[in-house]
């Protein structure tokens, strides 16, 4: 998939929170309400996103705390 990524964007839906810190470069972290749709809590470059959010649902989400 790395090598890849060098001739074509891929776009990878996941839960698993170790597989997106590995893989990626870019994130961003969805999270819909019961019966409302998904929004975009928080996006950007991959590091800051699981070493610092911005967002505090994005900080509870990527530390395991709900999800």
Do not use: K, W
Request: aromatic fraction near 8%; charged fraction near 15%; hydrophobic fraction near 40%.
């Amino acid at each position: 998939m790395l090598e890849l990524a060098h001739e074509v964007t891929i776009v990878i839906v996941t839960h698993n929170m170790q597989q997106a810190a590995r893989v990626s470069t870019h994130c961003a972290f969805f999270l819909a309400a019961q019966g409302t749709p998904g929004v975009i809590v928080e996006h950007g470059d991959t590091a800051p996103m699981f070493s610092n959010p911005q967002d505090q649902r994005t900080m509870d989400y990527v530390n395991g705390r709900f999800g």
